[in-house]
């Protein structure tokens, strides 16, 4: 009897306990599912807040953005009205400065124009000067090559060249001394030309003295001379032929030249 009695009740006990079990699991569902529903609740209420603060927040960036670029375009607008303003201040003062300097430039221009035109004109007639002396020369060159073929001409003419049974007959009539001395008489005019252009000296030696003439007459001049004058100071009566000269001094730069007028450097 005893026995039965504790089974019965640990039987009862166990259902109990069982109960008990099922009760607590129940409790542990509901709460579980409570908790599930409370954090969706609360999920929802996040997504919900966060939306809006993004909204608010987009707004807000949208408003600062346009205030933003409302700032650069006025900005912008504002440096382009004072570059415009600038620029036309600038071109009003590059304008008056024309206006002040043009007569000037013009000035200049047209006396740049005139020793342009003089140094032209000098420059033309000088190589007309060369042209005439170089065609003096060589008329005098070509008259005086036509006297000497004249003269050996005329000599030929006057010796005889015989056979040679026929030489001292030949000999007899004209003696070689006296056709020696008549062929001395031809050349004696193209001798004395040479001897004179030998004791004028080298065409060197010519120009550097009258390069230190030249130099010599300017030093006395501070104020300068033309070469008109210069010419006349020396004796020359052609000015022209100083020109290649004149033009090597300016060359060495021991001269100056400011419009047709000559300095010592």
Not at 33 to 47: G, I, K, P, Q, V
Not at 172 to 193: F, G, L, Y
């Amino acid at each position: 009897m005893a026995n039965a009695d504790d089974l019965r009740r640990l039987a009862e006990e166990v259902a109990s306990a069982y109960e008990e079990r099922v009760q607590c699991l129940s409790a542990i569902k509901q709460g579980t599912a409570d908790l599930l529903h409370a954090f969706a609740n609360a999920r929802d209420e996040m997504s919900k807040e966060l939306k809006a603060k993004l909204a608010s927040d987009e707004r807000e960036r949208k408003t600062q953005t346009q205030a933003e670029i409302k700032e650069r375009e006025d900005y912008i607008e504002k440096l382009l009205a004072d570059f415009d303003k600038a620029h036309s201040e600038m071109a009003d003062r590059l304008r008056a400065e024309l206006a002040r300097v043009k007569p000037g430039l013009e000035s200049a221009e047209s006396e740049r124009k005139k020793a342009d035109q003089a140094e032209i004109k000098e420059r033309k007639e000088a190589v007309s000067g060369m042209l005439d002396e170089f065609k003096q020369e060589q008329a005098e060159t070509a008259a005086a090559w036509r006297e000497l073929l004249a003269g050996m001409q005329s000599v030929r003419r006057k010796v005889t060249i015989t056979g040679p049974s026929e030489v001292e007959a030949a000999v007899k009539v004209r003696p070689v001394k006296k056709v020696i001395e008549e062929i001395e008489e031809e050349v004696r005019p193209v001798k004395k030309a040479i001897e004179e252009i030998e004791e004028e000296g080298a065409p060197e030696e010519v120009e550097g003295g009258l390069k230190d003439r030249i130099l010599d007459v300017l030093e006395d001049k501070p104020d300068g001379l033309k070469m008109v004058e210069i010419a006349n100071k020396l004796g020359i009566e052609n000015w022209r032929s100083l020109i290649s000269i004149m033009r090597v001094l300016l060359d060495e730069n021991r001269i100056k030249k400011e419009d047709s007028t000559y300095y010592a450097a």
